[in-house]
């Protein structure tokens, strides 16, 4: 069965420094997003991206933020200066057309940890 | 805004046990209620969901049903596996909007 991967699962970084996490969707899926959940706090949506821009994205994505689809399978989610506050558990996840959350599929996550 | 409450966790029980894990929620309209899981050291998947009042979703002997006069969804199974220990998340969706989820509730059951 086709499945999102991402990478790394564990991450482990300095404060200020920029991390690049990284999602290959679903071959034939058009649309991509990032979530992320803190610790003991709720899933949170973070953006949605389709036809190379962005179409929608939260009051967290904010300029130290950026996605991109730098080739034909990768989608990345980038933190240019990390903070304590952006540890979190990232997923990604794509769906082949746009709606609600019968058509998501998500990866498994990627635990980040900023020290 | 919209959003999802369900109870806090760890949830513990042994085999064979009836389980509930309550999900209430805020929304305008009529959103779209799902229940997906997370199986240790793998994606969120959808586990069920109903989409109007009154429907009951259910899959691998989990159900809940979409109580509009209570603005809840609560999960329930009849009797539980040791295969069924995951994080279980109540989310809701209204048309095309991002999924709004709730905090997750971790199940572990012992044989």
């Known amino acids: 069965e086709p499945e999102v991967t991402q990478t790394p699962s564990h991450q482990v970084t300095q404060m200020g420094q920029e991390v690049i996490l990284r999602c290959v969707p679903i071959?034939?899926?058009?649309?991509f997003y990032w979530y992320r959940q803190i610790l003991g706090q709720k899933v949170e949506f973070l953006v949605s991206?389709?036809?190379?821009?962005?179409?929608?994205k939260s009051e967290i994505f904010d300029d130290q933020f950026s996605v991109e689809r730098p080739d034909g399978s990768n989608f990345t989610l980038k933190i240019r200066s990390t903070k304590l506050e952006d540890s979190a558990m990232y997923f990604c996840?794509?769906?082949?057309?746009?709606?609600?959350?019968?058509?998501?599929?998500f990866g498994s996550g990627t635990q980040l940890s900023v020290l | 805004g919209n959003s999802v409450t369900q109870m806090e966790g760890p949830v513990t029980l042994s085999e064979e046990a009836f389980l509930t894990i309550n999900c209430t929620y805020t929304a305008t309209g009529y959103p779209s209620l799902f229940w997906y899981v997370q199986y240790p050291g793998e994606g969120l998947q959808l586990l069920l969901k109903a989409t109007k009042a009154d429907d009951k979703g259910s899959n691998k002997g989990f159900e809940a049903t979409y109580r509009k006069e209570t603005t809840s969804f609560h999960l329930e199974k009849g009797s539980v596996q040791v295969s069924d220990s995951a994080v279980y998340f109540c989310?809701?969706?209204?048309?095309?909007?991002?999924?709004?989820f709730g905090k997750g509730t971790r199940l572990s059951v012992i044989a």
């Open positions: 996840a794509s769906s082949e057309a746009r709606g609600g959350g019968e058509k998501l599929f």
């Open positions: 991206f389709y036809n190379n821009e962005i179409s929608e």
């Open positions: 989310a809701l969706s209204r048309g095309n909007t991002p999924l709004v």
């Open positions: 071959s034939n899926h058009l649309y």
